[in-house]
T-cell receptor, first 114, second 113 residues
């Protein structure tokens, strides 16, 4: 069974630009969550999508948004990039509710904002 | 919100048992406690999950006291490959719940030969 895949793996952008990251969950998994990881703030929850609906949302500004498609694939968008958005963005999938089921994480997308 | 607190770092030697405790005073009734392991440049990997008392699998045990305000991950006979960051996650679960999931600060475990 293929694991969670994220594309691209590395990305360099400049301030003010926008970026879209993609995540393909494990086949059959309906929940996709996104996390931001930085050395200073650690691992922070961004949002969770389940069956194309955002079900949980972390404490991030509206510049961070996401969506999920009918095939459970998910995209995350960050608009008007700031230097502080440089981070490892991790996607995780689970079969059902992420609170009750183990999450399977992808390798992450390393975003650098210059 | 269920905030979690873990020690920032721990050192151990190969063959020893390591216990990492996570404090979660505001855990809710329907929250589960999950532990993850993360190596550099990789996503976290699920280790174990529990709700109360004791859970054991092939790699670890999880001890949860009756009040559920803390939990302890126990790694028996650690090896060098167990050097990693360990996260405690308390899920504010339930469908349509708008609360956020809280990862702990993570405990950096260093295992020495």
């Amino acid at each position: 069974k293929a694991g969670v895949t994220q594309t691209p793996r590395y990305l360099i952008k400049t301030r003010g630009q926008q970026v879209t990251l993609s995540c393909s969950p494990i086949s059959g998994h309906r929940s996709v969550s996104w996390y931001q990881q930085t050395p200073g703030q650690g691992l922070q929850f961004l949002f969770e999508y389940f069956s194309e609906t955002q079900r949980n949302k972390g404490n991030f500004p509206g510049r961070f948004s996401g969506r999920q498609f009918s095939n459970s694939r998910s995209e995350m968008n960050v608009s008007t990039l700031e230097l502080g958005d440089s981070a490892l963005y991790l996607c995780a999938s689970s079969f059902r509710d992420i609170s009750y089921n183990e999450q399977f994480f992808g390798p992450g997308t390393r975003l650098t904002v210059l | 919100l269920a905030k979690t607190t873990q020690p920032i770092s721990m050192d151990s030697y190969e063959g020893q048992e390591v216990n990492i405790t996570c404090s979660h005073n505001n855990i809710a009734t329907n929250d589960y406690i999950t532990w993850y392991q993360q190596f550099p440049s990789q996503g976290p990997r699920f280790i174990i999950q529990g709700y109360k008392t004791k859970v054991t699998n092939e790699v670890a045990s999880l001890f949860i006291p009756a009040d559920r305000k803390s939990s302890t991950l126990s790694l028996p006979r650690v090896s060098l490959s167990d050097t990693a960051v360990y996260y405690c996650l308390v899920g504010l679960g339930g469908y349509n719940n708008t609360d956020k999931l809280i990862f702990g600060t993570g405990t950096r475990l260093q295992v020495f030969p």
